[in-house]
C-alpha cells in the first residue's frame, strides 16, 4: 500500500513570493493534517482537514492557506513569504475524524527555503 | 502551559542499556496516546500506540498513567539504531479540538558504542 506522498520534495522562493505545496493522503484516508517543522523545533500544527472541509487550524497568520479536494489529496499554500517560514512542511494523514484510534501517518514532507 | 511537555535531552546512553522516557499532557479528558520516531530531518514515524493496560512491542514498552497524566516508553537494550528523536503524541478529547494531535517537543535519545 502506497504512504502518505507529497510534493515537491525541495522548494526555493524568495521573500514576498507564494509557495503551493501538495500532499495524497493514503488510499481510504479522509483526514489531512499539515505541520510545519523548523530546523531544530518541534511540530507546529498548521491545519486540519477532513471531507473537504477546514476543521481545524493552529497559530498560524491567515496567509497559510489550503484546501483538501474530493480525492483527499490536500494543497497548502504560504502567500507572501518570510524569511522565518523556511522549514519541512509535513503532512500525514489518518483513517477517518473522530475515531479513538485514528493514527497519523506522514508523508516525507517538502523542505521549503525562503531566500 | 503546553498541551504535551517533553524532557528534550538529549539521553546519551551506552549500547545495551535500559532508557525510559516520560511525558506529561495538560487535558486530563484526553482519549489517544502515541509515540514517534523522528531520525534527523526525515518525517515522524509511528513508534506504538499507548494503551490504558500498557503494551510491549519487543524491546519497547509503553505506559499511560492517567491520574498523573503521563505516559511513558521504556526501551530495553538499547542498538545504536534507536538513536533519533522520540515524540510524544495526544490526541485532543471530544469537546476540545478532538481529531487534533498535539505534538510534544521531542526527546532526543543518542545510543553510544
Known amino acids: 500500500e502506497a504512504g502518505v506522498t507529497q510534493s515537491p520534495t525541495h522548494l526555493i522562493k524568495t521573500r514576498g513570493q507564494q509557495a503551493t505545496l501538495r500532499c495524497s493522503p493514503i488510499s481510504g484516508h479522509t483526514s489531512v493534517y499539515w505541520y510545519q517543522q523548523a530546523l531544530g523545533l518541534g511540530l507546529q500544527f498548521l491545519l486540519w482537514y477532513d471531507e473537504g472541509e477546514e476543521r481545524n487550524r493552529g497559530n498560524f497568520p491567515p496567509r497559510f492557506s489550503g484546501r483538501q479536494f474530493p480525492n483527499y489529496s490536500s494543497e497548502l499554500n504560504v502567500n507572501a513569504l518570510e524569511l522565518e517560514d523556511s522549514a519541512l512542511y509535513l503532512c500525514?494523514?489518518?483513517?477517518?475524524?473522530?475515531?479513538?484510534?485514528?493514527?497519523?501517518?506522514f508523508g516525507p514532507g517538502t523542505r521549503l527555503t525562503v531566500l | 502551559r503546553k498541551e504535551v511537555e517533553q524532557d528534550p535531552g538529549p539521553f546519551n546512553v551506552p549500547e545495551g542499556a535500559t532508557v525510559a522516557f516520560n511525558c506529561t499532557y495538560s487535558n486530563s479528558a484526553s482519549q489517544s496516546f502515541f509515540w514517534y520516531r523522528q531520525d534527523c530531518r526525515k518525517e515522524p514515524k509511528l513508534l506504538m500506540s499507548v494503551y490504558s493496560s500498557g503494551n510491549e512491542d519487543g524491546r519497547f514498552t509503553a505506559q499511560l498513567n492517567r491520574a498523573s497524566q503521563y505516559i511513558s516508553l521504556l526501551i530495553r537494550d538499547s542498538k545504536l539504531s534507536d538513536s533519533a528523536t522520540y515524540l510524544c503524541v495526544v490526541k485532543g478529547s471530544p469537546g476540545d479540538n478532538f481529531n487534533k494531535f498535539y505534538f510534544g517537543s521531542g526527546t532526543k535519545l543518542n545510543v553510544k558504542p
Open positions: 500525514a494523514s489518518s483513517l477517518r475524524a473522530g475515531g479513538n484510534t485514528d493514527t497519523q501517518y
